[in-house]
């Protein structure tokens, strides 16, 4: 049977505080690793843009939509990037990026090619990552981790 850390209080098995401070210590790494990793998706999108804005424009002029939108687009993923790495708005801005997340996938939804059905649904479960950081996200305020 594990033994408890001793740490714990006896009268009803919670955690003291420097238990819990760890424990949060360590959920905010967790959370902002993930932050970290999202945003790269996003720092990508604008690189991709800008250097090779081409298939980007292909993509909005074969759906009929002006393909200056694609520089819209490419601010728009570099704020994203931004408000994930730092957690500036990071509440409204996930649920911003989620929302972008899906209605970008309907460019890629093309189920005789493979590869852009999976990019179809990579975008659903990124938006779905990001609802999940939105509602996990306290309302006006900064979320960053500090190590400490």
């Keep these: 049977m594990r033994q408890m850390p ?3 209080l ?3 098995l919670r955690p003291c505080n420097a238990w819990r401070n ?6 905010q790494a967790i959370i902002f690793t993930g932050r970290l990793l ?3 998706l996003f720092v990508a999108g604008t690189f991709q843009k800008i250097l090779d804005p081409a298939a980007a424009e292909g993509l909005l002029g074969g759906f009929g ?3 200056w ?3 819209p687009a490419c601010a728009f993923n570099a704020l994203g990037a931004v408000s994930l790495i730092t957690g500036w708005a990071l509440r409204p801005m996930a649920m911003l990026l989620a929302a972008y997340c899906g209605v970008t996938s309907v460019f890629h939804f093309i189920p005789s090619d493979g590869w852009q059905t999976s990019i179809f649904v990579k975008n659903w479960a990124i938006a ?3 609802l999940v950081l939105a509602a996990s996200s ?3 305020k900064m979320q960053k981790w500090s190590g400490r």
């Design 128 to 130: 779905g990552g990001l």
């Design 65 to 67: 939509l002006p393909v």
């Design 38 to 40: 999202i945003s790269a």
């Design 138 to 140: 306290p309302q006006g």
């Design 6 to 8: 001793k740490a714990w």
């Design 22 to 27: 760890k424990e949060a210590r360590m959920d």
């Design 10 to 12: 006896e009268s009803d």
């Design 69 to 71: 939108l694609i520089w």
